[in-house]
């Protein structure tokens, strides 16, 4: 267990549809990230927020969209789905965010968009 | 464009065995590497990690090697065991990204009885 939580651990919607992923990071931790795991693409990043504030973005869709609450939580929004977003979504992370800080994962969402 | 490659799709050893796995890497500015383990239906599990300050580094049954000369990062497993099985992924930290990690696309590790 890496102490990263996520909820829920399966979602299935319809297209057109709007979802919110949540994730809890491990106690002290500050950085959240947010990747996409498809069968064609692998694990994708898709966004990284440090203390409440976004730090930088990946191949993050303008459908989708994050925030990082005070508490530190995450949640991770994806709206107007299309059955291509169906994917595993996990979270991960760290302590801070300099170099070589060790990213821990939790056990994901799986999304299907049918 | 630059990317991190695993060599072998798939790997089978047999239990008891020695287990190799390969990851190429294209940036030579790379400056910090991972190794992951995923498990059917599971996140990935963070196995060890190196800087690029250092060529080698243990931990318990895994060795990671970094030859960054030829920018090949390596996993040994000792003693193979079946709950090695999974899949195994190398990540990469580039400077300038943020700190996001940037993924291979993964090797299947099966272990054989």
């Known amino acids: 267990d890496s102490g990263v939580t996520q909820t829920p651990k399966h979602l299935i919607t319809a297209t057109g549809q709007r979802v919110t992923l949540r994730c809890s990071p491990r106690s002290g931790d500050l950085s959240v990230y947010w990747y996409q795991q498809s069968l064609d693409q692998g694990l994708q990043f898709l966004i990284h927020?440090?203390?409440?504030?976004?730090?930088a973005k990946g191949n993050i869709l303008e459908r989708f969209s994050a925030q990082q609450f005070p508490d530190l939580h995450s949640e991770l929004n994806l709206s107007s789905l299309e059955l291509g977003d169906s994917a595993l979504y996990f979270c991960?992370?760290?302590?801070?965010?300099?170099?070589?800080?060790?990213?821990?994962f939790g056990p994901g969402t799986r999304l299907l968009v049918l | 464009g630059e990317s991190v490659g695993l060599h072998l799709p798939t790997l089978s050893v047999q239990e008891g065995d020695n287990s190799i796995i390969n990851c190429a890497y294209s940036?030579?500015?790379?400056?910090?590497f991972i190794w992951y383990k995923q498990e059917s239906g599971k996140g990935p599990q963070f196995i060890i990690d190196?800087?690029?300050?250092?060529d080698k580094r243990q931990g318990q049954r895994v060795t990671v090697l970094l030859n960054k000369t030829v920018k090949h990062l390596s996993l040994q497993i000792a003693a193979t065991q079946p709950g090695d099985s999974a899949v195994y992924f190398c990540?990469?930290?580039?400077?300038?990204?943020?700190?996001?990690?940037?993924f291979g696309s993964g090797t299947q590790l099966t272990v054989l009885p």
């Open positions: 990540a990469e930290n580039r400077p300038g990204s943020a700190r996001q990690l940037t």
């Open positions: 991960a992370s760290s302590v801070g965010q300099g170099a070589g800080e060790t990213q821990y």
């Open positions: 190196i800087r690029s300050n250092m």
């Open positions: 940036n030579s500015a790379s400056d910090y």
């Open positions: 927020y440090y203390n409440g504030e976004e730090r």
